[in-house]
T-cell receptor
Framework: SQQGEEDPQALSIQEGENATMNCSYK?????LQWYRQNSGRGLVHLIL?????REKHSGRLRVTLDTSKKSSSLLITASRAADTASYFC????????????FGKGTTLSVSS | NAGVTQTPKFQVLKTGQSMTLQCAQD?????MSWYRQDPGMGLRLIHY???????DQGEVPNGYNVSRSTTEDFPLRLLSAAPSQTSVYFC?????????????FGQGTRLTVV
């Protein structure tokens, strides 16, 4: 399988705390993306980081990428109950980017 | 602008029945793909297409067929449904100009095979 792995599989925090999720992947990439999935819904794109970038910010999201370790992390600062969802990393390593390879996801639960 | 539309949202099939899951996008995207999502497995790629008339197999293609006669539509066919195909199916599309870029997902089809 070419799938990556997210760690942890599940994360429970209180509102206001930071949430960190990690992703490891197997193939060389041009970029890595993070998606969010609310329960029973489709996936929504959050942020994309290119292979020549080490860190990227978008609002309360911070993504890092270490291509030498084939790993990435997603930090959500000052979490809110609305951040409760599953989070997936995805790489473009399949057939030169024609389709994405997803990890198994981290389920984040933020309680108020 | 509807984005990616999947139909039906829910379906129950008996083992051995056939059906087609529909996927349509109105963004003129060249790339389209089908994934299945199972508990604890994340999303696994079934088939994908880089344009009308061109399809290829993903990680778990067995038991599924696809075709891409138009840019807009990318149906997924189950020829003889099996209980192992019980899953949630997602269709996604993205633009070539954003190679490896943002994918847009439909809301999913929840399929149960009994």
């Amino acid at each position: 399988s070419q799938q990556g792995e997210e760690d942890p599989q599940a994360l429970s925090i209180q509102e206001g705390e930071n949430a960190t999720m990690n992703c490891s992947y197997k193939t060389s990439i041009n970029n890595l993306q993070w998606y969010r999935q609310n329960s029973g819904r489709g996936l929504v794109h959050l942020i994309l980081i290119r292979s020549n970038e080490r860190e990227k910010h978008s609002g309360r999201l911070r993504v890092t990428l270490d291509t030498s370790k084939k790993s990435s992390s997603l930090l959500i600062t000052a979490s809110r109950a609305a951040d409760t969802a599953s989070y997936f990393c995805a790489t473009d390593g399949y057939q030169a980017g024609t389709a994405l390879i997803f990890g198994k996801g981290t389920t984040l639960s933020v309680s108020s | 602008n509807a984005g990616v539309t999947q139909t039906p949202k829910f379906q129950v099939l008996k083992t051995g029945q056939s059906m087609t899951l529909q996927c349509a996008q109105d963004m003129n995207h060249e790339y389209m793909s089908w994934y299945r999502q199972d508990p604890g497995m994340g999303l696994r790629l079934i088939h994908y297409s880089v344009g009308a008339g061109i399809t290829d197999q993903g990680e778990v293609p067995n038991g599924y067929n696809v075709s891409r006669s138009t840019t807009e539509d990318f149906p997924l066919r189950l020829l003889s449904a099996a209980p192992s195909q019980t899953s949630v199916y997602f269709c996604a599309s993205s633009a070539v100009r954003q190679l490896g870029g943002e994918a847009f997902f439909g809301q999913g089809t929840r399929l149960t095979v009994v």
